[in-house]
C-alpha cells in the first residue's frame, strides 16, 4: 500500500512541476508579448480582428456634413455617440443632443432630459432618461442630492 502511495506522490509531482513549467512559459510568453507592444496606440496593442481586416479602408472613413447635422433625429444621435467612441463625430453627436435639451450624467452614464434648472435641494423628480441598454426614453425617479447635480455634463 505504501509503494502505491509513494508512487501517486511522484505522479502528482511530476505533473505539478510540468504545469509550472507550462504556466512559466505562458507567463514569459505573454509579459514578451506585452512588453513589445505600444501602450499609447491601441491599433498596435490589440491583435486586429478578421472583420477589420477584411473591411476596406473606405467603409472606415466616416464622412459627416456638419451643416446637416442639426438635422438629424434624436435617436441617430443617440447611436452616433454610443457607436463611435473617441471619434470627431461623437463630439458633434454631444454637441447635438446638448442643443435640444438633453444633459448627459455622469453618474446614470446617460442622456437625462432636464425640464426645469437643477439645484441640489435633496427632493425627488421624475426625470426622462435615454437608457442605452434597452435603447428608449424611461421615466425614473431622481434624487437632486450633491452626487447626481454634480454628475452632470454640458460641456466637452
Request: proline share 3%; glycine share 2%.
Amino acid at each position: 500500500m505504501t509503494d502505491l502511495q509513494n508512487k501517486l506522490k511522484k505522479i502528482q509531482q511530476d505533473k505539478s512541476k510540468d504545469q509550472d513549467q507550462l504556466e512559466s512559459e505562458d507567463l514569459e510568453e505573454m509579459i514578451k508579448l506585452t512588453l513589445s507592444q505600444s501602450y499609447k496606440d491601441s491599433s498596435t496593442y490589440y491583435k486586429p480582428s478578421q472583420l477589420s481586416q477584411i473591411i476596406p479602408e473606405c467603409y472606415k472613413i466616416i464622412n459627416f456634413d456638419d451643416k446637416k447635422f442639426d438635422l438629424y433625429n434624436e435617436e441617430t444621435l443617440f447611436y452616433i455617440f454610443y457607436s463611435f467612441p473617441n471619434d470627431e463625430i461623437q463630439k458633434q453627436a454631444f454637441l447635438g443632443l446638448i442643443k435640444r435639451g438633453y444633459v448627459y450624467s455622469k453618474f446614470y452614464r446617460c442622456f437625462v432630459l432636464l425640464q426645469e434648472k437643477v439645484e441640489v435641494d435633496n427632493s425627488k423628480h421624475v426625470l426622462s432618461m435615454f437608457d442605452p441598454f434597452n435603447w428608449s426614453m424611461i421615466k425614473r425617479e431622481v434624487l437632486y442630492d450633491e452626487k447626481f447635480v454634480l454628475s452632470i455634463e454640458t460641456k466637452l
